[in-house]
């Protein structure tokens, strides 16, 4: 069984600033993907960053990174330069290998301060 | 051109009737789910479907039933609504694989009056 956790259910940032999204998660799999998702008000969800556990640099995309961690479990998304576009709710979700699903956690909300 | 659409994306209905969401996706991928994202925004798998066929069947109640006409579509009936299906449903399509970014249609926010 696949488990993700995120702590922090809402975060507040000021604009400009970097802010760093916490998630762990617990898996037996030794082959697994992490994927951070973003979903704003309007309701879509919308694919940000994608690490492999094997994956030995972490993945970076745009202003997104991912802290991944693989001895502590966690894979942590760091947005730098916060826009207040990036007010929305973030999820991390997990996949493991030859599994089709996608295990999410309860997600946090961001709001970005102007 | 949109990758995973789904119709209607709002509906509003009665107890008891039985309804359907449609999802398409053109982006050619051999999988795809419905999810149930539930008042408090958990998002939990319901169903998935490769090639057409039934991989994943988490327990739901048998009122819903997934049907795959295609590998492009893959559409939700729900029998007999009850208060407790309120709830966003996102369809999503991806490659097989476990590296594969799933792709989110916009969501389907069902209301049971």
């Known amino acids: 069984a696949q488990k993700i956790t995120q702590t922090q259910p809402g975060m507040f940032v000021q604009e400009k600033e970097a802010v760093t999204l916490d998630c762990t998660y617990d898996?037996?799999?030794?082959?697994?993907?992490l994927f951070w998702y973003k979903q704003p008000s309007s309701g879509e969800m919308i694919f940000l960053i994608y690490q492999g556990s094997y994956d030995e640099q972490n993945a970076t995309e745009g202003r997104y990174s991912l802290n991944f961690q693989k001895a502590r479990k966690s894979a942590n998304l760091v947005i730098s330069a916060s826009q207040l576009g990036d007010s929305a709710m973030y999820f991390c979700?997990?996949?493991?290998?030859?599994?089709?699903?996608?295990?999410f956690g309860k997600g946090t909300k961001l709001s970005v301060i102007p | 051109d949109t990758a995973v659409s789904q119709t209607p994306k709002y509906l509003v209905t009665q107890m008891g009737n039985d309804k359907s969401i449609k999802c398409e996706q053109n982006?050619?991928?051999?999988?795809m789910y419905w999810y149930k994202q539930d008042s408090k925004k958990f998002l939990k798998i319901m169903f998935s479907?490769?090639?057409?066929?039934?991989?994943i069947n988490e327990t739901v109640p048998n009122r819903f039933s997934p049907k795959s006409p295609d590998k492009a579509h893959l559409n939700l009936h729900i029998n007999s609504l009850e208060l407790g299906d309120s709830a966003v449903y996102f369809c999503?399509?991806?490659?097989?694989?476990?590296?594969?970014?799933?792709?989110f249609g916009p969501g389907t926010r069902l209301t049971v009056l």
């Open positions: 479907y490769n090639n057409k066929e039934l991989i």
């Open positions: 979700a997990m996949k493991g290998a030859g599994s089709y699903q996608l295990t």
């Open positions: 999503a399509s991806s490659q097989a694989g476990s590296y594969n970014e799933q792709f």
């Open positions: 982006l050619g991928h051999d999988t």
């Open positions: 898996t037996s799999d030794q082959s697994y993907g």
